[in-house]
C-alpha cells in the first residue's frame, strides 16, 4: 500500500514557467514532510520540508504549500530552470510511531526546455 | 564537511553469493537508515539504527537480509544468497536524532546488480 501518492509521474515545462508536483497521504500521523531532488546516478538530496503547523514554506525559488485537512501537499518550483531536470520525491513520516522512517512517493520526472 | 558516504559505488555479482555493501554516516550523526530504490520507484525502507542497536528492522524483505552498526558509526548491510530480484540501488542516509530535526542525508548509493 502506497502511503503517499505522487503525480504526475513526469513533467515538462519551459524555462521560466512555474512546475507544480502534487502529493497526498492518508496516515494523520505523519508529522514531517521532506521533498528530495535526486540527479541521476546521485542520491537524494533534501531540498525543502515542512511540518504540518504551517501552510506554505519558502525556500528561494521552491514553495511547499501544505493543506493538512485535504491531506495533501505540494512542491512549486517558480521561474523553472534547465538545472532543475531531475527527479523529484515527495515523502512523510512520523517520528513518534515510526522512528522517522521515510514513506517516499514515487517521483516525478522533471524536464524543463530551454 | 563530509557527506554520507557509500562504498562500493557498483558491485555485480552472481545469483547465490553474498554481499556486504558499507555506508559511512556523516561524523555526529546517530541515526542511520537503509533504504532500497528500484529503477523508477522512490525508495523503499529497509532498517534503522539509533546507535549500534535496530531500533525498526520491518523493513527487511527476508531473513537473507542483515544490517550491522557495530560502534554506532560505520553500518554494513550484507545480502545472502543474492537472487536476481535483489538488483537495485541500495541507499543509507543518516540524521541527527537530536533536538528537533528529522532531516535524512542520503549517500550516493550502491548499485546492486545480480546476474
Known amino acids: 500500500q502506497q502511503q503517499v501518492k505522487q503525480s504526475p509521474q513526469s513533467l515538462i515545462v519551459q524555462k521560466g514557467g512555474i512546475s507544480i508536483i502534487n502529493c497526498a497521504y492518508e496516515n494523520t500521523a505523519f508529522d514531517y514532510f521532506p521533498w528530495y531532488q535526486q540527479f541521476p546516478?546521485?542520491?537524494?538530496?533534501?531540498?525543502?520540508?515542512?511540518?504540518?503547523?504551517?501552510?506554505e514554506k519558502k525556500e528561494g525559488r521552491f514553495t511547499i504549500s501544505f493543506n493538512k485537512s485535504a491531506k495533501q501537499f505540494s512542491l512549486h518550483i517558480m521561474d523553472s530552470q534547465p538545472g532543475d531536470s531531475a527527479t523529484y520525491f515527495c515523502a512523510a513520516s512520523n517520528r513518534g510511531s515510526t522512528l522517522g522512517r521515510l514513506y517516499f512517493g514515487r517521483g516525478t520526472q522533471l524536464t524543463v526546455w530551454p | 564537511?563530509?557527506?554520507?558516504?557509500?562504498?562500493?559505488?557498483?558491485?555485480?555479482?552472481?545469483?547465490?553469493?553474498?554481499?556486504?555493501?558499507?555506508?559511512?554516516?556523516?561524523?555526529?550523526?546517530?541515526?542511520?537508515?537503509?533504504?532500497?530504490?528500484?529503477?523508477?520507484?522512490?525508495p523503499e525502507f529497509l532498517i534503522y539504527f539509533q546507535g549500534t542497536g535496530a531500533a525498526d528492522d520491518s523493513g527487511l524483505p527476508n531473513d537473507r537480509f542483515f544490517a550491522v552498526r557495530p560502534e554506532g558509526s560505520v553500518s554494513t548491510l550484507k545480502i545472502q544468497r543474492t537472487e536476481r530480484g535483489d538488483s537495485a540501488v541500495y541507499l543509507c542516509a543518516s540524521s541527527y536524532s537530536g533536538g528537533d530535526t528529522y532531516e535524512q542525508y542520503f549517500g550516493p548509493g550502491t548499485r546492486l546488480t545480480v546476474t
Do not use: F, M
Open chain 2, 1 to 42: 564537511g563530509a557527506g554520507v558516504s557509500q562504498t562500493p559505488s557498483n558491485k555485480v555479482t552472481e545469483k547465490g553469493k553474498y554481499v556486504e555493501l558499507r555506508c559511512d554516516p556523516i561524523s555526529g550523526h546517530t541515526a542511520l537508515y537503509w533504504y532500497r530504490q528500484s529503477l523508477g520507484q522512490g
Open chain 1, 41 to 55: 546516478g546521485k542520491g537524494p538530496a533534501l531540498l525543502i520540508a515542512i511540518r504540518p503547523d504551517v501552510s
